[in-house]
């Protein structure tokens, strides 16, 4: 299952993707380690989505290194 995105780049250069299913803005940061933060996102649906559900958290947070951080 695809789903769509908006991705903005903030004027402090971090990067922010909103959903268009789920209505959540996932904060990635700067683009150091990208490939790791995309594991984390995949991470997140395979384990917390199933768990806790989709509309659990407006804001998923990837930006911390080895964590990540859900409101």
Do not use: H, W
Request: aromatic share 12%; net charge positive.
């Amino acid at each position: 299952m695809y789903s769509t995105c908006t991705v903005f780049r903030q004027e402090n250069g971090d990067i922010v993707l909103y959903t268009a299913v789920g209505d959540q803005s996932i904060l990635f940061g700067n683009c150091d380690d990208i490939a790791k933060k995309f594991a984390k996102l995949e991470a997140f649906y395979r384990s917390i989505v199933p768990e806790k559900g989709l509309d659990r958290y407006s804001v998923i947070n990837l930006k911390v290194k080895n964590q990540i951080i859900c409101k």
